[in-house]
């Protein structure tokens, strides 16, 4: 299971739904406190994983097999092959660059949810 909204709450509910034994990958950057996240049932007591996600990091054992290079590759590869499912299922927002500082703006003021953006530019 994926969790990626950055909130100890939504890591909690993630816990909760998870199946025993299943792992949790968190994608999200955490920059608040943990309050609403108890490891307790759901956690401990389900033999639950906690993986974090890092950009651009592998795990150790893997590192010299998946250098950037690789992963760059892989990542082009993926995006040709599957890029419109990954822009129909992942992207709620695709957003014209001359756009993106109302984009930027309108997520500050908290006028507008966004759970990924991506900004388009025009062909060459």
Same mark, same amino acid.
């Given at each position: 299971?994926?969790? *990626?909204?950055?909130? @100890? ?7 909760? *739904? ?14 608040? =406190? ?6 307790? !049932? !759901?956690?401990? #007591?389900? &033999?639950?994983?906690?993986? *974090?996600?890092?950009? =651009?990091?592998?795990?150790? $054992?893997? @590192? #010299?097999?998946?250098?950037? @290079? ?9 995006? @040709? &092959?599957? $890029?419109?499912?990954?822009?129909? #299922? ?8 001359? !756009? ?8 500050? !003021?908290?006028?507008? #949810? ?11």
């Amino acid at each position: 299971m994926f969790q *990626c909204r950055g909130q @100890a709450a939504a890591l909690a509910t993630a816990l909760r *739904c998870a199946r025993p034994q299943a792992s949790v990958v968190d994608l999200a950057f955490h920059t608040g =406190g943990s309050a609403d996240l108890a490891l307790g !049932e !759901e956690f401990h #007591h389900d &033999g639950l994983s906690l993986r *974090c996600a890092q950009i =651009g990091r592998v795990p150790r $054992g893997l @590192a #010299h097999v998946w250098d950037r @290079a690789r992963l760059s590759r892989e990542t082009l590869q993926l995006l @040709a &092959g599957s $890029g419109d499912l990954v822009r129909a #299922h992942l992207l709620t927002d695709v957003v014209d660059f001359d !756009e993106a500082p109302g984009l930027f703006a309108d997520l500050s !003021e908290r006028r507008r #949810h966004v759970l990924s953006a991506a900004l388009a530019f025009p062909a060459a």
